[in-house]
């Protein structure tokens, strides 16, 4: 006769070794898991760092462009000068373009 009791009984060290075998599992994902964000993160960092260091670089070609450019602009002013003192005649139309030029740079510089 039944005594209301059908569940079976493991042995209690079954248990332990079993449970022992999934917290060994378990902590292994969890180290490559570790261990893979570990890897993205420097990755990240490298690429960072490229990024950085690229536009570092062309900050530095583009202050010394800018640096180029105000300089052919204060030769292309004294031109104009020398160009006003050699035809005086066309004195109205360059100076439009001198106070023009100079109200370009007035606003580069800002």
């Known amino acids: 006769m039944c005594t209301g009791n059908t569940e079976k009984k493991i042995p209690s060290g079954l248990v332990r070794s079993f449970e022992r075998k999934q917290r060994s ?22 690429k960072n760092l490229k990024l950085y260091l690229e536009n570092k670089s062309i900050i530095e ?11 052919l602009h204060q030769e292309n002013l004294a031109l104009m000068n020398e160009f006003q003192k050699k035809f005086p005649h066309w004195e109205r139309s360059s100076s439009t373009l001198i106070s023009s030029s100079q ?3 007035s606003h580069e510089d800002k």
């Open 25 to 46: 599992k378990q902590s292994g994902v969890e180290v490559h898991r570790h261990t893979r964000c570990e890897e993205k993160e420097k990755d990240l960092e490298l």
């Open 61 to 71: 070609e583009n202050e010394k462009l800018r640096r180029k450019a105000y300089l």
């Open 103 to 105: 109200t370009l740079i």
